[in-house]
Each structure stands twice: as structure tokens, then as C-alpha cells.
């Protein structure tokens, strides 16, 4: 019963407010209520506000938070997750005006990626199933947001494929960001950008959004009718599955694993201080204890590891030369405590700290095809050797192409699927912070390990067929991949830090 005139206001204030907006907006405009029908949609230019009519949420405020943790550091994060409760009272532009102030004032603009290589990860997992059908359906995509243009083009265009994607303009001064927004360029902007083709015409533009904010936008003004949803309806979207992504998601950086809501963000830094000893603590289990007392007291201590093995797998001799994909700069010591001794890792890169705290051997690789060859079947001759094909680590359900020259090596070798999961701080990036990789992968509440020795494989050979080094490669890939569920592709180490660190890897 007390249902009924919660429902009645409710259909009130929605009246209310279309009639306001028809009075803000051109008389030519018609508000209805969301979902469209299909029909309306083909061969129509669609402009989509992001927040209110993609995004399942219209909170804005974790992904100004993963600016300000992956751009601008821990104080300025502190400072606005102490900002938040007065942030929560004021309206949404002077929310969004002290947010951009607290992440962008005093940011380097051209230093700044996180628009192409941290922020479209979330975004993706916040897109609503509902939402993206309409922006699929239609024939030309313009997306808005409120947020500034560096943080959404990037995504709106990479990975919606959106043809126009129009955000807020921040001013710059001295080559670094002031914190304010432009007044006038976004109508400016919005305005040319959709209106400046011919076919264009205001009778095939159809807006979507949610309801009050998004309808606000300049864009909206030229739609011949506005499809809005309540923030009720949204909460029973469904996420959109990884497959159906227009772009897949292969390659991202950043250190944090989560959504940083308010309350996660707050959990975070009250874990932090513990989360600094206990991963001191494993890493000196790691370093100093033998395998034998190592495991078991890490798994006490919150590391979870499955090790999976086949009959004919890691039961050989010492001087096995073992391939698998590369999940974190662990991947060797993982390995190392399931054979239950020491092997021999090679890498391109690690940093020097690494290095002298490994509790196995490393050697780096120079990049030369003889030299580096030479080494690897130097080493194989001293004992049990890892190597990583891949060359560099890849998060997702991916794998990246593998080198062959493991083929060349040995005449056989035991693949290794391995798995692993972490839940506040990924342990991989392309910063030149990479000695803190293994620290942040340690300080996770419950970081999980899964190793699984596959059948001893011949290299010269596939189902009794003479073969290659590169077909064993791409043999090899694809049956890791088939194991772990994994998607194999043709990138290489070089397209992934093109794409995350403008550069090919070799710094």
C-alpha cells in the first residue's frame, strides 16, 4: 500500500520533468520513454550520452578516482576520497568541476594516456547490454559525455567505435592541465561535428539518454526525438559480454584491479598499510625458505596456488626446458616450487631489484636471434629452464603471439597453462616502476595461482608430421590457449607497448 503514492510521485515528477525539458529545448523536440523501437533506429544518426544512456551506472566518480590514483598518486586520491562526502551534496556540474580540479590540475597533458590504456577497461565492464543494442542498431553513432574529452574519446572511438565523440574541453597552460573546463567549445563543438554533413538532417537524429542530467546536453537540441531511462530501469541492464565487445579488450595498464567506488577506495587505503608487511612477509618466505615449508606457509598467508599435472609431464630430468604463457614475473617461481627445485628463467626485461631478490636464477636476453640461442641451450645444459614465448604478459584472456625460438633450442619440451587472479592491484605494467611489480602483485588480499604441466612435446613434429619451428609455436599457442580458455592472437610484444607506452619495449 505505501507503494501506491511513491508510484504516483514518481510518474508525477516524470511529467514534470519532460514538460521542463520541452520548455528548454526547441518545441520540435519529443521526449518519450525509453526503449525505442527497433525500427525507429535503422538508418538513423543516434546520439548517445554516455553516463545517462550506456553506462549502467551515472556515478562518474570512480573513474575521476582511477585518474587520480594511476595519474596522479596516492595524496591527490586521499584528497579526493576526502572530498567525497562534501561532493556528494552539491549538483552534478559543481561535482564534476571540483573532481576535474582535484585529478587534472597540474597533470602534464602530453603524458597523459590513461583515456587509450587504463580507463576503457572499466568503461567496458560498465556498459549496459540494453543500452548498446540501440548504439548498434543505429547507422551513424554519436556519443557525449560530461567528462572531459581525454578521458572518453579514446574508448568512445577505439572500442564503440563511435564515429563523433564529444566530451569536456580542459584548458592548458604551459603544457600542463589548470583543472578548469572550456565554457563555450563544447556547443560549439557538439554543433559542427553533427551538423556539418549534409545527410545530417535533424529528422534522422534520435537522442538517448537518461533522465535529468544527460538530457542537458547542446547535441540533444537537434534530435528530433529523445529517448530517456530512469536510473530504475538501468539497474536491471545486464553487463555486456566480453564476446559481443565491438573491439576486444586485449591490452590495458594501471595498477588497480577494481572499481574504485567511494567505500572500495576507502577499503583500500585502510588495507594498504597491512597489505605493505604481509607482502614484505611472503616475499621473504619466498626468498629464504625451501619449497617444502615455502608452499604451505604462503597458503596460509592468503596465496592460493592449484598445480595440475599430466603423467608424462614435469617427470624428467633436470634438464627440461619448460614453455608456458606469461601471466606476471612470478611465472618462474611458481613453476620452480611446483617441480620442487630451482630452474633457470630467461626474460627481456626486469629491473635489476628484481633481479637480485629472485629466489631463481634470471638471465636477460639481448634481442639477438644466434647470441640469444646460444645462451638458452648454454642453460639448458646446466639444468631445468623457463621461458615465456609470449615475451611479455598479457592480463586478459589472450595470448600473445610465440616466438619460435624455443623450438630451436631443445628437440622437446613440457608447455605449462598458467593462470592467475588477483583482486586490488595488478602485478604487471609498462611504467618504468616495473621493480614494483612483484610487490603489488604480493600485496593482493588473495592472490590466486593455477599450474597445469602439459604432455611432453616433440618439437620437430605435430601428429607425426615433420614440422617447423614456427607452426610448433603457433601449435604449441593454440593448445595452451584451448587449456586455459584462452583466445589466441597474432600481437606481439612490440604492439603492446606501442599501444600502452609509445614505445616498442626495448627501453
Known amino acids: 500500500m505505501a507503494s501506491k503514492p511513491f508510484s504516483k510521485f514518481f510518474a508525477y515528477f516524470h511529467r514534470f520533468l519532460l514538460r521542463r525539458l520541452r520548455s528548454a529545448h526547441a518545441t520540435h523536440v519529443r521526449f518519450q520513454k525509453w526503449p525505442p523501437l527497433p525500427d525507429k533506429l535503422s538508418g538513423q544518426t543516434v546520439v548517445c550520452h554516455m553516463e545517462g544512456g550506456l553506462l549502467r551506472s551515472s556515478s562518474i566518480f570512480p573513474y575521476f578516482m582511477l585518474v587520480a590514483l594511476e595519474a596522479g598518486g596516492f595524496f591527490r586520491a586521499l584528497l579526493l576520497l576526502l572530498l567525497c562526502p562534501v561532493i556528494a551534496c552539491l549538483g552534478h556540474e559543481m561535482r564534476l568541476r571540483i573532481m576535474v580540479v582535484v585529478c587534472f590540475c597540474g597533470l602534464r597533458k602530453e603524458k597523459f594516456k590513461l583515456g587509450r590504456t587504463v580507463l576503457p577497461k572499466f568503461f567496458l565492464e560498465d556498459v549496459g547490454m540494453e543500452g548498446f543494442e540501440i548504439l548498434r542498431r543505429s547507422q551513424r553513432k554519436v556519443c557525449?559525455?560530461?567528462?572531459?574529452?581525454?578521458m572518453v574519446e579514446g574508448f568512445l572511438r577505439e572500442y564503440l567505435e563511435a564515429e563523433v565523440a564529444v566530451g569536456r574541453e580542459l584548458k592548458v597552460f604551459g603544457g600542463y592541465y589548470t583543472g578548469l573546463m572550456e565554457k563555450d567549445g563544447e556547443d560549439r563543438v557538439a554543433s559542427?561535428?553533427?551538423?556539418?554533413?549534409?545527410?545530417?538532417?535533424?529528422?534522422?537524429?534520435?537522442?538517448?539518454?537518461?533522465?535529468?542530467?544527460?538530457?542537458?546536453?547542446?547535441?540533444?537540441?537537434?534530435?528530433?526525438?529523445?529517448?530517456?531511462?530512469?536510473?530504475?530501469?538501468?539497474?536491471k541492464w545486464s553487463v555486456l559480454p566480453r564476446t559481443e565487445y565491438p573491439k576486444p579488450l586485449i591490452f590495458h595498464d594501471g595498477r588497480i584491479a577494481f572499481g574504485p567506488t567511494p567505500i572500495s577506495t576507502l577499503c583500500m587505503f585502510l588495507w594498504m598499510p597491512l597489505a605493505f608487511l604481509l607482502a614484505i612477509a611472503r616475499a621473504a618466505v619466498f626468498i629464504f625458505l625451501p619449497y617444502i615449508f615455502s608452499v604451505p606457509l604462503l597458503?596460509?598467508?592468503?596465496?592460493?596456488?592449484?598445480?595440475?599435472?599430466?603423467?608424462?609431464?614435469?617427470?624428467?630430468?633436470?634438464?627440461?626446458?619448460?614453455?608456458?604463457?606469461?601471466?606476471?614475473?612470478?611465472?618462474?617461481?611458481?613453476?620452480?616450487a611446483a617441480l620442487g627445485h630451482?630452474?633457470?628463467?630467461?626474460?627481456?626485461?626486469?629491473?635489476?631489484?628484481?633481479?637480485?631478490?629472485?629466489?631463481?636464477?634470471?638471465?636477460?636476453?639481448?634481442?639477438?636471434?644466434?647470441?640469444?640461442?646460444?645462451?638458452?641451450?648454454?642453460?639448458?645444459?646446466?639444468?631445468?629452464l623457463v621461458v615465456c614465448p609470449e615475451g611479455t604478459t598479457c592480463r586478459e584472456p589472450y595470448l600473445i603471439r610465440f616466438s619460435p625460438l624455443f623450438a630451436e633450442v631443445s628437440e622437446d619440451?613440457?608447455?605449462?597453462?598458467?593462470?592467475?587472479?588477483?583482486?586490488?592491484?595488478?602485478?604487471?605494467?609498462?611504467?618504468?616502476?616495473?621493480?614494483?611489480?612483484?610487490?603489488?602483485?604480493?600485496?593482493?588480499?588473495?592472490?590466486?595461482?593455477?599450474?597445469?604441466?602439459?604432455?611432453?612435446?616433440?618439437?620437430?613434429?605435430?601428429?607425426?608430421?615433420?614440422c617447423s619451428s614456427c607452426e610448433i609455436a603457433n601449435h604449441l599457442q593454440g593448445e595452451i590457449g584451448k587449456r586455459l580458455g584462452f583466445e589466441c592472437t597474432s600481437f606481439t610484444r612490440r604492439d603492446k607497448y606501442l599501444m600502452l607506452a609509445s614505445n616498442d619495449g626495448s627501453l
Open 144 to 150: 557525449v559525455s560530461a567528462m572531459p574529452t581525454v
Open 192 to 235: 559542427k561535428l553533427l551538423l556539418g554533413r549534409e545527410e545530417a538532417r535533424e529528422a534522422d537524429v534520435i537522442g538517448f539518454g537518461g533522465y535529468p542530467n544527460s538530457v542537458h546536453h547542446p547535441l540533444f537540441s537537434h534530435c528530433k526525438e529523445v529517448y530517456l531511462v530512469s536510473e530504475k530501469d538501468k539497474r
Open 299 to 336: 597458503g596460509f598467508m592468503g596465496m592460493h596456488s592449484r598445480v595440475i599435472t599430466s603423467p608424462r609431464s614435469h617427470q624428467a630430468a633436470r634438464r627440461q626446458l619448460y614453455i608456458s604463457n606469461h601471466r606476471t614475473l612470478l611465472d618462474p617461481l611458481y613453476i620452480s
Open 342 to 384: 630451482h630452474v633457470t628463467a630467461t626474460t627481456y626485461s626486469v629491473s635489476r631489484i628484481s633481479e637480485m631478490l629472485s629466489p631463481v636464477r634470471t638471465v636477460r636476453l639481448t634481442r639477438n636471434r644466434e647470441q640469444d640461442k646460444g645462451l638458452m641451450k648454454k642453460l639448458l645444459h646446466e639444468g631445468a
Open 413 to 466: 619440451v613440457v608447455p605449462v597453462a598458467l593462470e592467475s587472479r588477483v583482486s586490488m592491484f595488478y602485478g604487471t605494467s609498462t611504467s618504468k616502476l616495473k621493480f614494483l611489480d612483484p610487490l603489488c602483485f604480493l600485496m593482493n588480499p588473495f592472490p590466486r595461482y593455477a599450474v597445469e604441466f602439459m604432455e611432453k612435446v616433440a618439437t620437430g613434429w605435430i601428429g607425426g608430421n615433420k
